[in-house]
């Protein structure tokens, strides 16, 4: 009788593998769709906002800033965001960073405007720039 039961195991091997690759596949869907409303959700938000993305780019091109709209995304939990190496410097050149690629925070307040219910961030006329992740989360 034992061995009966292990044959019957064994037999229902296959069952229980097909089961899994189907989750596995309803997984990747789920995945897959998720990624594709993430894409939709960013055309869209890229698109609706696209003339403050333009202007923002003419202002960038008179600065001889060579960002293009590559360089620009959005982040569901942040926005729209320009992302270029040393693009704050670049728009600003009076902020200088150190050698160990800081700023001092005493510049950037003379440089910036801050306003005391957007933690983290820094405003000038026409963007604005955030601080990393790390110091945000240490100024809340």
């Keep these: 009788m034992a061995l009966c039961d292990f044959v019957i195991h064994i037999n229902e ?4 593998r097909s089961q ?9 869907k789920l995945i897959e769709n998720h990624r ?11 698109k609706q906002h ?3 993305i333009i ?24 926005g729209i965001v320009a992302t270029f190496p040393n693009i704050v410097n670049l728009l600003n050149p ?5 050698k160990e690629e800081l700023v001092d925070f005493n510049l950037l307040t003379k ?5 005391s219910f957007f933690s983290g961030y820094l405003f000038s006329e026409t ?13 809340i």
Excluded: G, H, W
Aim: aromatic share 6%.
């Design 127 to 139: 963007y604005m720039v955030m601080a990393s992740q790390i110091v945000r989360a240490e100024l």
């Design 20 to 28: 899994n690759v189907k989750r596995m596949t309803e997984r990747e």
């Design 36 to 46: 594709r409303n993430l894409m939709e959700i960013q055309e869209s938000e890229l």
């Design 55 to 78: 202007d923002f780019l003419d202002y960038c091109e008179k600065r001889e800033i060579k960002i293009t709209s590559n360089d620009i995304s959005y982040i569901q939990t942040i």
């Design 50 to 52: 696209s003339k403050i």
């Design 13 to 16: 091997l296959p069952a229980i």
């Design 111 to 115: 440089e910036f405007n801050i306003k």
């Design 94 to 98: 009076k902020v200088k960073v150190d």
